[in-house]
């Protein structure tokens, strides 16, 4: 079975530009987690569909960081501008079963903003 | 709000020593808890889980018991080996009675190093 796929791994971009990150789920899932997790710390959700819609985007920064899973599969997570505390890793994660709380994670995009 | 917290790193060990990693939470209801683990290059999987009080969860030679009275949810292995080492996090979600639940909420990680 394949796993939650990312892409890309790694970018460099300069404050104020813009980037684009892709998650594609693992097949069936219905439920998919945007998370940020800062060198030393703990991953943070900040956006968490179920299907296309959104369950919990309280801790999404919506001046800067937007989220879509336009058909229910595939998602793409948008920060623009970009700020210099926005270097992180961005990770995917899917769920099949909404009860069990069980993620599967993708190895993440890791953000550099210089 | 929701909340863990979990014994800072990072943890180095010898070989078949024993592992005690500390764990306890701050819920609004009745969470499930969780053990993540993030090996070298790899993302972050499950290693086990407990959904209610007194419930033992295992996987690898590691277990951790779900201490509602102490609010604690420590992961234990009685030896490790070299290939233990990796970043453990510990995470609570609250689940709801109608079904679902929310993202996952971890403490910040322990990053164990397992000696030869």
């Known amino acids: 079975e394949a796993g939650v796929a990312q892409s890309p791994r790694y970018k460099i971009i300069e404050k104020r530009q813009s980037v684009a990150f892709w998650c594609n789920p693992i097949s069936g899932h219905a439920t998919l987690y945007w998370y940020q997790q800062i060198l030393g710390q703990g991953p943070k959700l900040l956006i968490q569909f179920q299907n296309n819609g959104v369950v919990d985007d309280s801790q999404l920064p919506k001046d800067r960081f937007s989220a879509e899973r336009l058909k229910g599969v595939d998602s793409t997570l948008k920060i623009q501008p970009a700020k210099l505390e926005d270097s992180a890793v961005y990770l995917c994660?899917?769920?099949?079963?909404?009860?069990?709380?069980?993620?599967?994670f993708g190895e993440g995009s890791r953000l550099t903003v210089l | 709000g929701n909340s863990v917290t979990q014994m800072e790193g990072p943890v180095t060990l010898s070989e078949e020593a024993f592992l005690t990693i500390n764990c306890t939470y701050t819920a609004t209801g009745y969470p499930s808890l969780f053990w993540y683990v993030q090996y070298p290059g790899e993302g972050l999987q499950l290693l086990l889980k407990a959904t209610k009080a007194d419930d033992k969860g295992s996987n690898k030679g590691f277990e951790a018991t779900y201490r509602k009275e102490t609010t604690s949810f420590h992961l234990e292995k009685g030896s490790v080996q070299v290939s233990d080492s990796a970043v453990y996090f510990c995470a609570l979600t609250l689940m709801y009675s109608g079904g679902g639940a929310d993202g996952l909420t971890f403490g910040k990680g322990t990053h164990l190093i397992i000696q030869p």
């Open positions: 994660a899917s769920s099949l079963d909404k009860k069990t709380g069980e993620l599967f």
